[in-house]
């Protein structure tokens, strides 16, 4: 954070804090002298902005791994090609007592940084029995404690992947979550590419943010105003990019527009099943031109690729 603010005082250019988070639990609770430093450089004069998505986790495809890398690395492969299996060779590490003690030691504080084992969700494994659940529940079901129970996952799954499956890690605080979203510099962004069913996993994030942070953080939680969680998904980041025909509804700006029920709007996309599309969409147009109406996607494609302009209206 602080080179960032210190690349916006020296150059005078605006410079923007993306995805911003305090992953892990030894950074719980940071947000709050995150907020002060960067607010204190707005004060003064220096033009530094964040974004943010509204999800306690981070990752697209969910690959948490517990077991450190160098401990599944084949460093006696001359081609990748030739690499052994992660779980071969983890198995090989483990009958050296030492290095066993030091994998253990590196899986313990890979739990612990998470947030504990209770924070860390299979989401793929050969034995479906163990998915959708944590990491505390697998362990107590075997008679282990969580790091012995994240070895046998590796052991016991697919062999040829790093952690024996899917995992997904919940490293970030709540709390952190709504303070970073209620501060009036920092716009929504989904930092979600193009889903679709049957594309395999992704992150709900690709489908919920919008819709997430009006009913989750300014309904239900209560940390911004509707009108403030609207504001940070139209007008401000189109202010922070310098767009200044676009993010309002004004005479002479592009007709970029989503008509929404303030009563069902909400994220449906869940970290199990994230392919799916939020409620209370009603209607949206992009330059005019309907892509969603009365709830149906049109699969109309009137975007166009724009570029940031010089001299838009600074961002508020």
Do not use: C
Not at 65 to 79: F, G, H, K, S, T
Not at 250 to 257: P, S, V
Request: charged share 25%.
């Amino acid at each position: 954070m602080l080179e960032t603010i210190e690349i916006g005082r020296r150059t005078g250019v605006r410079v923007v804090a993306s995805h911003i988070k305090a992953k892990g639990v030894a950074y719980w609770g940071s947000s709050a002298s995150a907020i002060q430093l960067i607010q204190r450089a707005r004060d003064e004069g220096v033009r530094v902005w964040a974004d943010q998505y509204p999800y306690p986790t981070s990752g697209t495809d969910g690959n948490t791994v517990l077991v450190p890398r160098w401990a599944l690395q084949d460093e006696q492969a001359q081609r990748p090609a030739d690499a052994r299996p992660p779980a071969e060779v983890l198995e090989e590490r483990l009958r050296d007592p030492e290095t066993a003690a030091l994998i253990r030691m590196d899986i313990a504080h890979e739990i612990g940084r998470r947030g504990g084992a209770d924070r860390v969700v299979v989401f793929e494994y050969p034995n479906d029995a163990y998915v959708g659940r944590n990491l505390a529940e697998i362990a107590a079901e075997r008679g282990d404690d969580p790091v012995e129970a994240a070895i046998a996952l590796q052991l016991e799954g697919d062999r040829t992947r790093r952690g024996g499956g899917r995992f997904r890690g919940f490293s970030m605080s709540e709390m952190d979550v709504e303070n970073y979203a209620a501060q009036p510099w920092v716009a929504t962004a989904s930092d979600g590419g193009i889903g679709w069913p049957g594309d395999g996993p992704v992150h709900p994030r690709f489908y919920g943010t919008f819709p997430r942070k009006i009913r989750h953080y300014a309904l239900t939680v209560g940390a911004l105003s509707v009108e403030s969680a609207i504001r940070a998904q139209t007008s401000l980041p189109a202010r922070i990019m310098g767009l200044a025909d676009r993010g309002e509804i004004r005479e002479g700006y592009w007709a970029d527009l989503v008509v929404f029920d303030l009563e069902t709007i909400a994220d449906r996309a869940t970290f199990m099943d994230p392919h799916q599309h939020s409620a209370g969409i009603d209607h949206v147009l992009v330059n005019g031109e309907f892509v969603v109406r009365d709830g149906e996607i049109l699969m109309a494609l009137p975007g166009r690729v724009i570029a940031s302009r010089r001299g838009g209206r600074p961002a508020a």
